[in-house]
Structure formats: structure tokens, C-alpha cells
């Protein structure tokens, strides 16, 4: 399936998942899609490990953590965070190191201060590798971040351009 691009989400310098100066970080990309999902691009790299050759259980549950989180971006915009209040995570098959990775969140329910959503982490041959839901606190950048982050932190991603993405 093809989903059409409307827009790329914020990154930061630190972030564990999206920091680009972070050396043990993801610096995974976000997308956001015409039917309001939250699509990431990341490359596990072999610092992540956990058994030889996969990604530890824990990173899965970060990323999709986090892309389930930003999902809440693409209703409410780039100062919209999700704060995690609860999150579930199935794993189903390993997850390769080295290799382009994707992964989709989505809200699935908006009642105010709290949002419900959903997310999978996908092989490179589309398979759910691990799947998660969670619940979040909807929360304004400028109530959880300083100045200083928003004016040196939080800035436009440096993602590859794309019109759509392939799922």
C-alpha cells in the first residue's frame, strides 16, 4: 500500500530515538501520512544488540513508544507531545540490526487530556515484527521542555524528502 507524505516531524540533538548528535541514538526520521499515522525510518546499529545480530527488546519498545506518542502530531502539530502513561508490547519475530527498519503509530482514540494509540515495528519485507498500544497524556511542548530546547533543540528534520512511502 502507498500512503502520500504530508509532512516531516521535528527531531533533536540528544533524543535517544531521534537525536542526531546522539551516538548510541536511532536518528530515526517521521513521516506523516494523509490518514494521520506517524511513519518512522530507523537502522538499528549493532550497539542496540541484545542476542547476536538483534535489536534488544527494550529499543523496540522505545521506538514504537515513541512513534505511537507523535502520532498525537499530526492533529494537534509539531508543540503536541504524548507523554506516556501506559504502554503494551507483543514481540513476534527478532528484529535484524543494520537493516532500514519501519515503523507506524497511530491515535485511536482522542478524549481530551488522554489518547489511545497503536503501532507496529516492520521487517524489511513488511512482516509485524513487534507490535505495541498505549495510552498517553497529551501534553504542549512549552509545559514540558525550556526556552533553550525549543530554541536550540527542536528544530526540522533533516529526513529524506519523500512524496510517499510504501508500506
Known amino acids: 500500500m ?3 507524505v504530508t509532512g516531516k516531524q521535528h527531531i533533536s540533538k540528544n533524543c535517544l530515538v531521534c537525536g542526531i548528535h546522539n551516538d548510541f ?3 530515526t526520521k517521521f513521516y506523516e501520512t494523509e490518514n494521520k499515522e506517524v511513519i518512522a525510518f530507523f537502522t538499528p546499529h549493532d550497539k ?3 542476542y547476536p545480530g538483534v ?7 522505545t521506538i514504537l513508544d515513541e512513534t505511537i506518542g507523535r502520532a498525537i502530531m499530526t492533529i494537534y502539530g509539531q508543540d503536541s507531545f504524548g507523554i506516556t ?11 535484524p540490526l543494520g537493516v532500514e527498519l519501519k ?4 491515535i485511536t482514540s ?3 487530556r488522554i489518547f489511545e494509540g497503536t503501532g507496529e515495528l516492520l521487517l524489511p519485507n513488511g512482516e509485524v515484527a513487534v507490535s505495541a ?15 533553550d530546547f525549543l530554541s536550540d533543540e527542536w528544530f526540522p528534520s533533516d529526513g529524506k524528502e519523500r512524496s510517499e512511502i510504501e508500506l
Open 2 to 4: 502507498t500512503f502520500k
Open 25 to 27: 541514538g536511532l536518528k
Open 48 to 50: 542496540l544488540q541484545s
Open 55 to 61: 535489536l534488544h527488546g527494550g529499543i523496540s519498545a
Open 85 to 95: 502513561v501506559e504502554l503494551n508490547v507483543k514481540y513476534k519475530k527478532p528484529v
Open 103 to 106: 515503523v507506524i503509530g497511530r
Open 110 to 112: 482522542d478524549k481530551g
Open 133 to 147: 498500544t498505549g495510552k498517553y497524556m497529551k501534553r504542549d511542548i512549552h509545559q514540558i521542555a525550556q526556552k
